[in-house]
């Protein structure tokens, strides 16, 4: 007999028409992996760049996405460039309980909270897979995953609150560890109001660097409370702002007409880390300011397996603080989309993952 659970599957690449709400098999544990109860998970943009096809080279955009074979995985629109297969279940940020366990899993995990390190990695950088685009992920009542990415969590958090972390944080830690951020740098954050954005500001003062946080209207307190040791508005930001600071490293997760404005702000020998583009990937560069200031500029995406460790330590020390702007039943998938897409907000958009009746959308 075949076990059905509630999910979000993708069909395809395009609108919010491509999300359905439906029942699918409940999935089986292979011999080394685990079967979770999704107790909540967060909605990144990495979801809404896999169901556009923001990952293709942009003069294939269009083309995706009027193709006709939406079936077909091989072409450019996901972030590997080898294709996304339909259908396909998202959601990076996993937390939950292991029901059930595949062979070679040792039993201490059954009926353990847990939380989810979305890379799944190989030898080759160029083999990792992300749990949500090559695989799927936490959309849906039930999931599997491998037991070398499953940490159980010693938390009073709740799993909506714990589901606000794994996918930003692991990011913004990829950064500052790239970055190799210390307590000598003076780092400035573009995008400082969204999900990797206050991670950064966090993160980076349990580092104990300086920080200066750029944030949209309406958001400056939000960052002071998170620390930040200056906070400057977007739309009023200006080259002199920042040119009374030693910025060392500049943290963009922003792209777009504040590439340049990060370049310029950066003190010789400074360090440029991106790990997104979410204004705009296309970007100009003066190559002078690269070579005469001797900068470095570093693209933080895959990441290894200590990055998440470290995050797992600060949620157990309580040194991170969960910032959920709003919360969605999963069935309300598309309305969570819309208002992430907003970025009316400061902190996580998360969707409580529990049995409910299909409805159709």
Not at 178 to 198: L, P
Not at 244 to 272: C, W
Request: with cysteine; hydrophobic share 40%.
């Amino acid at each position: 007999m075949t076990h059905l659970m509630n999910a979000v599957i993708l069909t395809g690449f395009g609108g919010p028409e491509k999300l359905v709400y439906t029942q699918v098999p409940k999935p089986t544990p292979k011999p080394g992996e685990v079967l979770i109860k999704v107790g909540a998970c967060s909605v990144n943009n990495t979801d809404i760049n896999t169901r556009t096809g923001w990952y293709a080279a942009e003069d294939n955009f269009q083309a995706i996405l009027q193709d006709n074979t939406e079936n077909d995985p091989n072409h450019s629109a996901c972030w590997t460039q080898h294709g996304t297969q339909f259908p396909r279940i998202q959601g990076a940020d996993i937390v939950g309980k292991v029901i059930e366990i595949g062979e070679n899993v040792d039993s201490k995990f059954i009926q353990q909270r847990v939380i989810v390190d979305s890379w799944i990695r190989s030898e080759s950088p160029n083999n990792y897979q992300y749990i949500g685009s090559e695989l799927d992920g936490g959309f849906a009542e039930y999931t599997v995953v491998p037991i070398t990415n499953v940490y159980p969590i010693n938390s009073s958090l709740s799993d909506i609150e714990l589901a606000t972390f794994p996918c930003s944080y692991s990011t913004a830690e990829n950064m500052l560890t790239k970055g190799k951020i210390t307590a000598e740098d003076t780092v400035v954050i573009i995008g400082a109001s969204g999900g990797v954005g206050s991670a950064l500001i966090q993160l980076s003062k349990i580092r104990g660097a300086k920080v200066i946080a750029i944030v949209g209207a309406n958001k400056e307190a939000f960052a002071k409370d998170l620390d930040a040791d200056y906070v400057y508005r977007r739309d009023n930001l200006l080259e002199s702002n920042l040119a009374q600071h030693k910025i060392t490293v500049a943290l963009d997760v922003v792209g777009g007409d504040y590439f340049n404005l990060m370049i310029k702000s950066l003190e010789p020998r400074g360090r440029y880390v991106s790990c997104g583009a979410i204004r705009n990937p296309m970007v100009s560069l003066d190559l002078r300011d690269l070579i005469y200031k001797d900068l470095e500029m570093i693209g933080a995406t895959r990441l290894e397996s200590d990055v998440f460790q470290r995050l797992v330590r600060y949620l157990e020390a309580d040194l991170l603080k969960p910032l959920v702007a709003q919360v969605f039943q999963l069935s309300k998938i598309k309305e969570a989309q819309q208002f992430f897409q907003s970025k009316g907000f400061f902190g996580k958009v998360v969707l409580n993952i529990e049995e409910q009746n299909i409805t159709k959308n």
